[in-house]
């Protein structure tokens, strides 16, 4: 629950990622997108959000939705308005990949929960968190979402923040079942 306050670091970094994900994906660069992927901080929320759930704590949970809204309107926020004023607008493959999620999608949600969870939950650390930044791509749906808002293209947008949501949702699940199942100490009111 430390990183899940979306001010000050948090902020910039997730400002960060937003820019570079939206350059990547207008200049199809798949490295540039990666590497938005990886310092993005979008993760920590989504997991407050299944473990707020997971061990009872309503307080954890309004925090975490309230930050996971407040950094996907900022995130698409920002990239809209690159989108609006980028000289190159066609869609390139790395965004049009991005606006048809299927049941594979929902796997890697899934899996990828169960990965961030039990990387979290341990006091070592392990190179685990990252893999799950990268593999449920979490911030360029939400950039892709941010093309069709500044080009009213409603289908791109309506498919790739589908895809976020997918990701978003899915990886609380798979944080709520994977808490439940490890027994974490609940809270009582």
């Known amino acids: 629950s430390e990183n899940i306050a979306m001010r000050g670091y948090n902020l910039w970094i997730l400002g960060c990622s937003a820019m ?11 490295a540039v997108i990666i590497g938005a992927m990886l310092i993005s901080p979008l993760m920590s929320p989504i997991l ?15 925090r975490s939705v309230k930050n996971l809204a407040l950094a996907s309107a900022f995130s698409l926020g920002i990239s809209s308005v690159y989108f609006a004023f980028s000289p190159l607008s066609e869609a390139t ?8 999620p299927n049941l594979l999608d929902v796997l890697v949600a899934l899996f990828g929960g169960v990965a961030g969870i039990v990387a979290g939950s341990r006091h070592d650390q392990t190179n685990a968190i990252p893999g799950v930044a990268i593999a449920t791509a979490l911030m360029p749906p939400l950039c892709t979402a941010g093309f069709g808002l500044a080009h009213a293209d409603w289908r791109v947008f309506l498919g790739a923040f589908y895809l976020f949501s997918i990701n978003a949702v899915f990886i609380s699940l798979a944080t709520y079942a994977v808490v439940r199942y490890l027994n974490f100490p609940r809270r009582h009111y």
């Open 20 to 30: 570079l994900a939206s350059i990547g994906l207008d200049t199809n660069s798949a």
């Open 48 to 62: 407050g959000v299944g473990l707020g759930l997971g061990i009872n704590d309503r307080e954890l949970l309004f």
């Open 93 to 100: 493959s790395e965004l049009i990949a991005r606006t048809h």
